[in-house]
C-alpha cells in the first residue's frame, strides 16, 4: 500500500495556496492534546482531497470512511475513501496503522500536518478513531472563499502527539426513572464520542422502572417497564434495541456498560415478580422519586437464580468487559444480608465472564481485586476499596453529577449533594483525589440521574457543557489543564453544538461564541 501512496503523492499536482499563517497551539482543542507543535503554515481542505488508510488492517477503513461521513455532513463537501483514481487529488489525509509511535498505548495518536498532507498515524484503529476528532475540531466550520476558485477550508499545520491520561473516560445515563429512546442515546454517543469519551454506562433498572428485555423473565419489561417517574408511559428496549446501542458506540470505539441496580432500587422487578421482593408487602409499581425503599429477599436461592438468567442474558449480548451491579443505597437490607448478597453475585457476573463493578458501598462486602468500585459518596468506602487492590472508577457526587443544578436559578436537576457550576465541574485535581492513589484510578465518570428530566433537550440542559469539562479532566495531563485557558476553548464550542442541535446550558461563566 506504501507503494501506492507514493505513486498518489507523485501525482500531486502542488499547487500551493499562500493561507495566512496560524498557530495549531491556540486552536480549540477539547479536550487538549498531550503537544501541539505548530508550524503556521496550513493544509487546505477542499474538493482536490482524498483519504487513503491502511487497509490491511481492521477498522481503519471504517475510521477512514466516519471521517469522510463528517465531513460530508459538516462541510457538505464529499471526499473519496480509498479509491484508485487520483486524477483530481491534490492533497491527502492518510490514516495509517504504525509501529514505530512514541507512545505505545492502543488510544495514542500522532497528527502530521504539512501543506501537501495530513498524516495520522496510530497503534490501533481505536486511536486512529480519537484522532479522527481532533482533525474534524480542527477543520473550520466556514470555508475561505477568498484564496482560491473552489471552497477550501484551512487546517492550521504542525504535529500533535496525543495520548489520553485515563482509559478510562465515561458517561452514566439513567434510562430508568425515565426511559430514553434508542435515538435520544445515539445522539448523546454522537457528542460524546466527538470529545473522546470512551463509556456509556446504562442505568437500566430502578424502583421505577425496568428498560431491558429479558427472555427468560418478560414481565420485567411487560410490568416493570410500563412507567416512569410522574406516571408516562416510559419504555424499555428490546434486546435488539439494546444491540443497536451497543454496535452503535463500538463504531465509536465506546464500550457500554450495562447496570442492573440490586439488592435495592429493584421496585419495579418485585413488581413484575413479587417474589423477588424482601419487604413481604406486595408492590406497586412506583412513579415517584424516594430512594432506598426496596430490597431483593438475599436469603432466597430463586433470587439468585433470576439473577444468574438476567447477567446470563445481559452479558451475553454485551462485548464489553463489565457488568455493573449497582449495589448503592440499599437502606432496607440488613448489612449481613448486603454483604451475602454482593457475594455471591461477584460470582454470578464472574461466572458470565464480565467484571464486576459496583457503586462505592459494595467494598463493604469482601469482593475481590479485580471488581470495580464506583466512588459517588463515601470516602471511606473508596478507601476500603484501595485497601482491597481494587481499581477505583471516580464520580464523586459533588464535582461529577450531571444531575445537580449549575446555580439557584437552574430549573431541572437536584441540589444534595452541591450546586456545580461550569468551573467547579472542571477545576479539580482527579490525579490527587481524596489520597486515592493514582495507581487504583481507573478513570472518571459522569452520571446523569434522570428523576428530573424527561427528554433529550433536558437531557442536554445538564449535561452540556459540564460534560465536556470531563473529558478533558480524564484525557488531559494535571499540567496542560487551565481554566482560563479551557473557557476560551469551551466558548468556541457553541457553532458545533448549535449544528448538533444540542440545547446546551449558556452558562453566564462563559463568553459563548
Ligand atoms: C443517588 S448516586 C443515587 C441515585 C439518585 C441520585 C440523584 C447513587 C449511586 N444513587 O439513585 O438518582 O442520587 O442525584
Not at 495520548?163 to 445515539?186: C, I, Q, T, W, Y
Not at 428496549?237 to 432500587?265: F, L, N, R, S, W
Not at 480524564?474 to 476560551?488: A, F, G, M, P, Q
Request: charged content about 25%; aromatic content about 12%.
Amino acid at each position: 500500500f506504501i507503494g501506492a501512496l507514493i505513486v498518489a503523492c507523485q501525482e500531486v499536482k502542488k499547487k500551493r495556496i499562500d493561507f495566512p499563517p496560524t498557530d495549531l497551539a491556540k486552536e480549540n482543542l477539547i479536550p487538549k492534546p498531550l503537544k501541539v507543535i505548530p508550524t503556521n503554515k496550513a493544509f487546505g481542505l477542499d474538493r482536490y482531497t482524498a483519504i487513503y488508510t491502511t487497509l490491511n488492517s481492521e477498522g481503519y477503513s471504517e475510521v477512514g470512511q466516519f471521517l469522510a461521513d463528517k465531513i460530508k455532513a459538516k462541510l457538505d463537501l464529499v471526499i473519496p475513501v480509498n479509491e484508485n483514481s487520483t486524477e483530481l487529488v491534490e492533497r491527502i489525509i492518510y490514516i495509517n496503522k504504525s509501529d514505530s509511535l512514541e507512545l505505545d498505548s492502543p488510544e495514542a495518536y500522532q497528527l502530521y500536518i504539512t501543506q501537501d498532507s495530513v498524516i495520522l498515524n496510530s497503534n490501533t484503529a481505536e486511536g486512529a478513531f480519537r484522532g479522527i476528532q481532533t482533525l474534524r475540531q480542527l477543520i473550520p466550520e466556514e470555508s475561505n472563499d477568498t484564496l482560491a476558485e473552489q471552497r477550501i477550508w484551512p487546517i492550521a499545520s504542525g504535529k500533535i502527539i496525543d495520548n489520553p491520561n485515563f482509559g478510562f473516560r465515561g458517561a452514566m445515563l439513567d434510562v430508568a426513572r425515565h426511559f430514553f429512546s434508542v435515538e435520544d442515546v445515539k445522539k448523546y454517543i454522537d457528542l460524546l464520542a466527538y470529545y473522546k469519551i470512551n463509556v456509556l454506562h446504562l442505568h437500566l433498572t430502578d424502583d421505577q422502572g425496568w428498560r431491558i428485555e429479558i427472555k427468560s423473565w418478560p414481565k420485567l419489561t411487560e410490568v416493570g417497564g410500563s412507567t416512569e417517574v410522574g406516571g408516562e408511559a416510559g419504555g424499555f428496549y428490546t434486546q435488539e434495541d439494546y444491540k443497536e446501542i451497543i454496535a452503535y458506540a463500538a463504531k465509536h470505539y465506546m464500550t457500554v456498560i450495562p447496570e442492573v441496580d440490586m439488592p435495592g432500587h429493584t421496585n419495579a422487578a418485585s413488581v413484575s415478580y413479587p417474589f423477588l421482593n424482601g419487604n413481604g408487602k406486595t408492590p406497586k409499581l412506583y412513579e415517584g422519586t424516594q430512594v432506598g425503599f426496596s430490597t431483593f429477599d438475599t436469603r432466597k436461592d430463586t433470587v439468585y437464580a433470576f439473577i444468574d438468567d438476567v447477567v446470563r442474558e445481559i452479558s451475553e449480548i454485551t462485548p464489553g468487559p463489565y457488568f455493573h451491579i449497582g449495589g448503592d443505597e440499599s437502606h432496607v437490607t440488613k448489612k449481613n444480608d448486603y454483604i451475602y448478597f454482593v457475594e455471591k453475585v461477584e460470582k454470578i457476573v464472574q461466572k458470565h465472564g464480565k467484571k464486576m463493578i459496583g457503586w462505592d458501598e459494595i467494598a463493604t462486602a469482601k469482593v475481590d481485586s479485580s471488581s470495580i468500585s464506583q466512588y459517588w459518596s463515601s470516602g471511606d468506602n473508596a478507601q476500603k476499596a484501595v485497601a482491597r487492590g481494587m481499581k477505583v472508577i471516580l464520580s464523586p457526587a459533588k464535582r461529577t453529577y450531571l444531575d445537580m443544578k449549575y446555580d439557584t436559578l437552574t430549573k431541572l436537576g437536584l441540589t444534595w449533594a452541591a450546586y456545580i457550576p461550569v468551573d467547579s465541574a472542571y477545576v479539580w485535581t482527579p490525579e490527587e483525589y481524596e489520597g486515592i492513589p493514582m495507581e487504583n484510578i481507573l478513570g472518571i465518570e459522569a452520571p446523569l440521574w434522570s428523576e428530573t428530566i424527561s427528554n433529550i433537550d433536558e437531557l442536554e440542559h445538564l449535561a452540556f457543557p459540564r460534560v465536556i469539562g470531563y473529558s478533558e479532566l480524564s484525557w488531559t495531563i494535571k499540567e496542560n489543564r487551565d481554566w482560563e485557558n479551557y473557557k476560551v476553548r469551551l466558548a468556541n464550542q457553541a457553532p458545533f453544538l448549535d449544528r448538533m442541535n444540542v440545547k446546551y446550558y449558556p452558562s453566564p461563566l462563559i463568553d459563548w461564541k
